[in-house]
C-alpha cells in the first residue's frame, strides 16, 4: 500500500498587519508619553520630586553659547521624543498606505523599523519603567513577524531597474 504526501505550502500570512501594529505601537508610545508628561506636570510634586526640580534647575550647562538647565535638557528631550515617536508612527503608517509592498517584501523599510524598535527596547530595558517595555516589546514582535511573514525581494528585473519592493 502506498500513501500519497502532499505537501501544501503553508500560508505566510499577511505581513502588513503586524507592522500596523508596530507603527501603531509607536503612536501610542509617543502619546502616552506626552499625556503622562501633562498629568505629572499638573499633579501635586511630592517632597522628593520638588528637591529633584530644584536640583536639576540649579544645574545648568552652557553648550554652543546657550546656557541651559538640567531640567530644560530634560523635559526638552522627553517631549521631542516622544513628538518624533508619534511622527514616526504616523510616517510609517502612511507609507504602508501608499506603498504596502515596501512590508510585503523584506526590505530595508522593514529591517530599519526592526532594528529601531530594537534598539529603542534596550535602552527601555536598562533605562525606563516597564510601560514603554511592554509597548516596545510589542512594536519589536510586530515588526518581526511582518518581517518573516514577508516575502525576499527577487534580485531579477531589467538593467537599472530597482528590485521590486523599493528600499
Known amino acids: 500500500m502506498t500513501t500519497a504526501v502532499t505537501s501544501r505550502p503553508r500560508s505566510r500570512g499577511d505581513s502588513v498587519r503586524p507592522f500596523t501594529v508596530g507603527a501603531l505601537g509607536f503612536v501610542l508610545l509617543g502619546t502616552g508619553h506626552l499625556i ?57 503608517l502612511a507609507a504602508l498606505r501608499h506603498a504596502p509592498a515596501l512590508v510585503r517584501r523584506r526590505t530595508a523599510f522593514g529591517w ?34 511582518s518581517l518573516r511573514r514577508a516575502t525576499t525581494p527577487s534580485l531579477g528585473g531589467t538593467p537599472g531597474q530597482s528590485p521590486p519592493g523599493g528600499l
Open 36 to 92: 503622562l508628561s501633562v498629568v505629572a506636570a499638573s499633579a501635586t510634586p511630592t517632597q522628593e520630586q520638588r528637591d529633584a526640580d530644584t536640583a536639576m534647575r540649579e544645574s545648568t550647562f552652557a553648550l554652543m553659547g546657550l546656557e541651559r538647565t538640567v531640567l530644560d535638557v530634560f523635559n526638552g528631550m522627553s517631549i521631542a521624543m516622544a513628538l518624533l515617536s508619534v511622527t514616526c508612527g504616523l510616517l510609517i
Open 112 to 145: 530599519t523599523a526592526l532594528a529601531a524598535s530594537l534598539t529603542a527596547l534596550a535602552v527601555s530595558v536598562l533605562l525606563l519603567p516597564p510601560p514603554p517595555v511592554v509597548v516596545l516589546t510589542v512594536t519589536s514582535c510586530a515588526f518581526a513577524l
